[in-house]
């Protein structure tokens, strides 16, 4: 693959491709890496890709495969929206070159978790526009590409609003802000109050056994749970309801959230770590929703 000289830079590059063909697949691909080959002070770019369009590049590539990294996107993207932001964050730090500098071409597993409801989509989109908050201080240069073969329009239209390249582009903090206002469903009318400023873990592990979680699950839960506590402060109550695997707690806080990257910025270490709040509820739990009323917040834990 020939290279030419590509310029310097010190921030996020957050772009994005949309293909609906493999040769427009291959027409994003191809002159992204010729790119990352010439910038200096990088390692190997990576190309994390639905495995066909793995195989597409490296028939391309031929003997200039051996330059680029190949990992199929359903090893990169196994969990929630905040679990992508926590391998990403791991994976700058360890392979990265100056200043983060890498080039990253990106594509979510659409037809997977991402996109198998509107919930998971809504957590995907909030995660494409976080990012230019959370990553802006690396010189990273990351290519979202987007087959519509498989997203389809109303996740193109969506994504196309997070990407700073397109001409639609959106504060991010405007995009979650969006997303929060739409309203949780209720609390059951038979769920379970527990007392007290401070969630007690035995009674949470207690109730989440009960509800079917295994004592490994229970136990994560309990601790999610004890951790967004401690870092919303005095709470003015908890409630818990719904069965295994979906075990639900809503904390009550007697103050605002306020911050949209609350739970997303990755601390030092990016594994799970008690003592980390909202960083290490959004890790283990499928979803966590902060909505700021007047004189409060509520946050809602989701395990499964």
């Known amino acids: 693959m020939s290279t030419r000289p590509a310029p310097p830079h010190s921030h996020f590059d957050h772009r994005m491709a949309v293909f609906r063909t493999?040769?427009?697949?291959?027409?994003?691909?191809?002159?992204?890496?010729?790119?990352?080959?010439?910038?200096?002070?990088?390692?190997?770019?990576?190309?994390?890709?639905?495995?066909?369009?793995l195989d597409?590049?490296?028939?391309?590539?031929?003997t200039d495969a051996k330059d680029v990294g190949l990992v199929p996107h359903?090893?990169?993207?196994?969990?929630?929206?905040?679990?992508?932001?926590?391998?990403?964050?791991?994976?700058?730090?360890?392979?990265?070159?100056?200043?983060?500098r890498i080039h990253l071409l990106m594509e979510p597993v659409w037809?997977?978790?991402?996109?198998?409801?509107?919930?998971?989509?809504?957590?995907?989109i909030r995660y494409e526009a976080l990012a230019n908050l959370l990553f802006a201080p690396f010189a990273t240069t990351a290519l979202c590409a987007y087959?519509?073969?498989?997203?389809?329009?109303?996740?193109?239209?969506?994504?196309?609003?997070?990407?700073?390249?397109?001409?639609?582009?959106?504060d991010p903090v405007r995009i979650?802000?969006?997303?929060?206002?739409?309203?949780?469903?209720?609390?059951?009318?038979?769920?379970?109050?527990l007392p007290g400023p401070?969630?007690?873990?035995?009674?949470?592990?207690?109730?989440?056994?009960v509800q079917g979680l295994s004592a490994a699950d229970a136990e994560l839960f309990a601790t999610a749970v004890t951790e967004a506590a401690a870092a919303l402060g005095p709470l003015d109550g908890l409630q818990l309801w719904g069965e295994a695997p979906a075990c639900v707690c809503e904390l009550l806080a007697a103050r605002r959230v306020a911050d949209p990257l609350a739970g997303f910025v990755p601390p030092p270490g990016v594994a799970p770590e008690p003592g980390q709040g909202l960083w290490f509820a959004r890790q283990v739990c499928a979803y966590v929703d902060v909505r700021d009323?007047?004189?409060?917040?509520s946050v809602r834990l989701q395990y499964g």
Request: glycine letters at 10%; proline letters at 9%.
């Open 56 to 62: 597409l590049l490296r028939d391309a590539l031929g």
């Open 293 to 297: 009323e007047r004189e409060g917040a």
């Open 176 to 193: 979650a802000a969006e997303l929060d206002a739409v309203p949780l469903p209720p609390a059951p009318a038979d769920a379970e109050r």
């Open 74 to 100: 359903t090893e990169w993207y196994t969990g929630s929206a905040a679990n992508a932001i926590a391998r990403s964050a791991g994976y700058l730090i360890d392979n990265a070159g100056p200043g983060g």
């Open 22 to 53: 493999d040769g427009e697949f291959l027409a994003t691909a191809l002159p992204f890496l010729t790119e990352a080959l010439a910038a200096p002070d990088e390692p190997t770019p990576v190309v994390i890709a639905a495995p066909g369009n």
């Open 111 to 124: 037809g997977g978790r991402a996109g198998r409801s509107p919930r998971e989509t809504a957590e995907w």
């Open 198 to 209: 401070v969630p007690a873990a035995d009674a949470v592990r207690t109730w989440a056994t």
């Open 147 to 170: 087959d519509s073969r498989v997203a389809g329009h109303a996740i193109v239209a969506a994504a196309r609003r997070a990407h700073p390249d397109t001409d639609v582009y959106e």
